[in-house]
């Protein structure tokens, strides 16, 4: 057991007093399965848990719900059942059916190109899962082989239905952006809208995926990836791998075209197709099925061309009838069983002497002279190299990123555990360096959907979005941090940085600029500021302006915290109490004319332009003459600056 299985809490705890969980099976962006016991119906299941930072979050509840749902609608055996769905305490899970076995993503890593029997085989099934999604009325909406379970005993089954959706809410707004982006049909990239058809966009990638070893489109950056989905058409396969068939070709081309109109309308015609094409190459899923038959259990092939036959039980035949035999016939049956127990003697000599040359090969050359490879995950190089040479073998060391398991500790060993291998082979043992580090991108200036589809591109986990009033637009991520998942200070990611996977973000995002509201009377002003999410003191401080009406509000105060405002923040409305009052001096009286309109202006008033005495015009060649013998308003009082005062003048 790993060093993160040893520690994990939920490993060992009575799930809603009927799950046990004894293991984890996987750990994704938004939830981790752990295989548990069933305790009521003695059973073991697959327990799918939200991850904790995430229980608040009603849209990923719902979207916990929504799996639950969806997968419950859907009665097709290349469906993974969701048996239960509840909540205890924090904690929000769902149940699901326990399929032991392998992802498609790990066989594709194992064998690379997957033949074309087998890649028909896991189309066949995936199709037939989906087909019964759409007739449903369900957009799977996360096609990826991750999400195909290969399970040990042939069943092949599509799993995760957490992103889907009714056909008729198309609309994917950023959510659809969380499926990987390798996968991604056009229409989802350039108009954010997804249906059956978007579905039918990643089967024909993840057919070519199959065939050829590699997905069509590449690029350092997951929006160029994006950007190819929308402008370019996928290649045939038979570039990449001249063995495939041209009717697959032809189908991974139908299933790609950029227009959702050019493709099949659904997974049920893609089917059909494939059942055309299976009969023209000759070639039948081999998808294995067991049927019980009382307590017998055979062996079915679709292509075998046979009936399931039912095989008898045993039992008693028609009770026989006792006969008087005479001795002759006594005499001669008795002869019949000690023949035929000399016949049984004779056979067993012969097994005994061919089963101690058996035992005598099997230990000397056969399979018992083989030395069995010891399980090692979990363990550090050096502790596995001693157990390995203790057993006769030789270790040779390989490093792998591992997003699981602890640096330092083994993942695998090639040949793996159990497996029996010749003295003196060489095991691989494969070690952890840790989550695998990847080079993002500058973030800021990206839209928050395209960030979080970058971020969690490389399993980088998102916390929720901090916004912030500033001058770029609305939605616009301005600052972004990463903090490393090993512990230690945050690092700033908005110009780019390198992250390792199973980090998680933080985003600062954009609210557009807070509305300019000078000008407006307060009630109006802070009906605006709500608006956007900002709460108003019901403080009306007042300062003298020049330019904005009395009562009329000026500004906002500043941010008494520093920086820029963010929603949910109180601002302050300050209001004009119009111009600043400004004294008419005192020594005006007496003054002349000239002087005194000097004095006058140098203090902001205006002077009126007519100054009379009864009926006589003054002339500005007479205001050294005349002298102030009053003001209106009065000399010592105050008065709004710009305001016109009015001299009386005297000689």
């Not at 006589?616 to 105050?638: C, E, I, M, Q």
Request: charged residues 25%; negative net charge.
């Amino acid at each position: 057991m790993s060093t993160s299985q040893r520690t994990d809490p939920l490993i060992g705890r009575l799930v809603d007093g009927r799950y046990r969980v004894r293991s984890r099976i996987a750990r994704g962006g938004m939830a981790t399965v752990y295989v548990a016991t069933d305790l009521r119906l003695e059973r073991r299941v697959a327990l799918k848990v939200m991850h904790g930072h995430l229980s608040d979050d009603t849209v990923f509840q719902s979207r916990f719900i929504q799996e639950a749902r969806a997968a419950a609608r859907l009665a097709d055996p290349h469906v993974v059942n969701v048996f239960d769905q509840g909540q205890d305490s924090d904690m929000a899970y769902l149940v699901m059916e326990y399929l032991p076995g392998i992802t498609l993503r790990e066989l594709m890593k194992e064998q690379r190109r997957i033949p074309v029997p087998q890649t028909i085989t896991i189309m066949d099934a995936v199709l037939s899962g989906l087909a019964a999604a759409h007739r449903a009325g369900i957009v799977h909406r996360d096609v990826k082989p991750e999400n195909v379970l290969l399970a040990e005993d042939g069943r092949i089954k599509i799993g995760d239905f957490g992103l889907a959706r009714a056909t008729t809410a198309n609309t994917a707004s950023g959510q659809m952006l969380l499926g990987t982006i390798a996968y991604l049909a056009p229409e989802l990239v350039t108009r954010g809208s997804a249906d059956a058809r978007s579905d039918i966009y990643a089967l024909g990638i993840l057919l070519y995926e199959m065939l050829t070893g590699e997905q069509p489109y590449k690029g350092e950056q997951p929006m160029q990836i994006a950007y190819q989905h929308a402008t370019d058409s996928v290649p045939r396969p038979s570039v990449k791998n001249p063995a495939v068939p041209e009717q697959l070709d032809e189908l991974v081309l139908w299933a790609t075209e950029r227009s959702p109109d050019a493709r099949p309308v659904d997974a049920d015609q893609m089917l059909q197709r494939l059942r055309e094409i299976e009969r023209e190459l000759g070639i039948a899923p081999q998808v294995a099925r067991t049927l019980a038959v009382g307590t017998a259990v055979i062996e079915d092939r679709l292509d075998s061309g046979e009936l399931t036959k039912a095989l008898p039980l045993g039992g008693t035949g028609p009770t026989a009838v006792a006969e008087d035999v005479d001795n002759a016939t006594l005499l001669r049956q008795r002869a019949r069983r000690r023949s035929a127990k000399g016949a049984w003697l004779l056979t067993l000599v012969v097994l005994l002497a061919a089963l101690a040359g058996g035992v005598g090969w099997w230990f000397g050359s056969g399979p018992g002279s083989l030395v069995a490879v010891p399980a090692l995950e979990g363990q550090s190089f050096e502790a596995a190299q001693a157990e390995i040479v203790d057993r006769g073998l030789r270790a040779e060391r390989a490093d792998e990123y591992s997003f699981d398991v602890a640096a330092g500790a083994v993942i695998r060993t090639e040949p793996g555990g159990g497996e029996r291998v010749e003295k003196d082979s060489l095991v691989r043992v494969v070690i952890s360096q840790g989550p695998q580090p990847h080079d993002v991108g500058a973030l800021a200036g990206m839209t928050l959907d395209a960030a979080t589809a970058a971020l969690q591109q490389v399993r980088v986990t998102v916390g929720d979005p901090q916004y912030v009033f500033t001058d770029a637009a609305d939605g616009t991520v301005v600052a972004a941090a990463v903090s490393p998942a090993a512990g230690g200070d945050a690092v700033d990611c908005s110009n780019g940085c390198t992250l390792h996977e199973g980090d998680g973000a933080s985003l600062t995002v954009s609210r557009g600029p807070v509305p300019d509201v000078s000008g407006m009377n307060p009630n109006d002003a802070e009906k605006t500021l709500k608006s956007v999410g900002l709460d108003v003191s019901s403080e009306r401080p007042t300062q003298y302006s020049d330019s904005v009406d009395k009562g009329r509000v000026i500004a906002i105060g500043d941010n008494p915290s520093g920086g820029n405002w963010r929603p949910g923040e109180t601002v302050t409305l300050i209001v004009s109490d119009g111009p600043e009052p400004v004294e008419i001096p005192a020594n005006i009286v007496g003054m002349s004319i000239r002087d005194a309109v000097k004095a006058l202006e140098a203090r902001g008033f205006e002077v009126n332009a007519g100054i009379e005495d009864g009926n006589l015009p003054l002339g500005f060649k007479y205001w050294d003459v005349y002298k102030v013998k009053a003001s209106n308003p009065k000399a010592g009082t105050t008065a709004p600056k710009g305001s016109t005062v009015t001299l009386t003048p005297s000689l």
